[in-house]
T-cell receptor, first 118, second 112 residues
Framework: SAVISQKPSRDICQRGTSLTIQCQVD?????MFWYRQQPGQSLTLIAT?????????ESGFVIDKFPISRPNLTFSTLTVSNMSPEDSSIYLC???????????????FGPGTRLLVL | TQLLEQSPQFLSIQEGENLTVYCNSS?????LQWYRQEPGEGPVLLVT?????EVKKLKRLTFQFGDARKDSSLHITAAQPGDTGLYLC????????????FGQGTELSVKP
């Protein structure tokens, strides 16, 4: 398994501002992902953070709104830009690692960042 | 279109009861993961199943992967209040860049 940390753990922001969320993995990983989740609901993939190239965004998410950096194999950031109350959510990062099942990579998650936009 | 149908979405039971959560798809998965998430935390991996027909046990939890690798189930025996949480199934497919397809989640509440 892996230890994945996120900062900040929670924040309250004013509309129109931007927040950058950091994700740190304690080992080098190939794939990192960013998700959004409403409390009690399932996860929605925002994008795949690619090391050394631009992130790959899912339908409904764009780079101008959610710019992502992946400067190395252990770190990524997600920025939520020009925030509105609709951006209030839990933001999760994850990483794929070969764990106990060595023939496949398994995805491990950070603790999440709880964002409230007023 | 939901590629992985998870049911039930809500389940409230008494301590000591048994329960089963299902995840079904028309697609074949190379592996399937089950996660449990508590409020204020990220999803925690419970198990990964890879082989069709595979059964894995984790204390009172039994996970099964369908023979055709299109469906999976989680059975909890003698549920306890500590089992309360959001259970998520997620499937991986070949050539998808490591992305997971998540079910809708099952919110389980076990009352003492």
């Amino acid at each position: 398994s892996a230890v994945i940390s996120q900062k900040p753990s929670r924040d309250i922001c004013q509309r129109g501002t931007s927040l950058t969320i950091q994700c740190q993995v304690d080992s080098q990983v190939t794939m990192m992902f960013w998700y959004r989740q409403q409390p009690g609901q399932s996860l929605t993939l925002i994008a795949t953070a690619n090391q050394g190239s631009e992130a790959t965004y899912e339908s409904g998410f764009v780079i101008d709104k959610f710019p992502i950096s992946r400067p190395n194999l252990t770190f990524s950031t997600l920025t939520v830009s020009n925030m509105s109350p609709e951006d209030s959510s839990i933001y999760l990062c994850s990483a794929n690692l070969r764990g106990d099942i060595r023939i496949v990579e398994t995805q491990y998650f950070g603790p999440g960042t709880r964002l409230l936009v007023l | 279109t939901q590629l992985l149908e998870q049911s039930p979405q809500f389940l409230s039971i008494q301590e000591g009861e048994n329960l089963t959560v299902y995840c079904n798809s028309s697609s074949v998965f190379s592996s399937l993961q089950w996660y449990r998430q508590e409020p204020g935390e990220g999803p925690v991996l419970l198990v990964t199943v890879v082989t069709g027909g595979e059964v894995k046990k984790l204390k009172r939890l039994t996970f099964q992967f369908g023979d055709a690798r299109k469906d999976s189930s989680l059975h909890i025996t003698a549920a306890q209040p500590g089992d309360t949480g959001l259970y998520l199934c997620a499937g991986a497919r070949n050539n998808q860049g490591g992305k997971l397809i998540f079910g809708q989640g099952t919110e389980l509440s076990v009352k003492p």
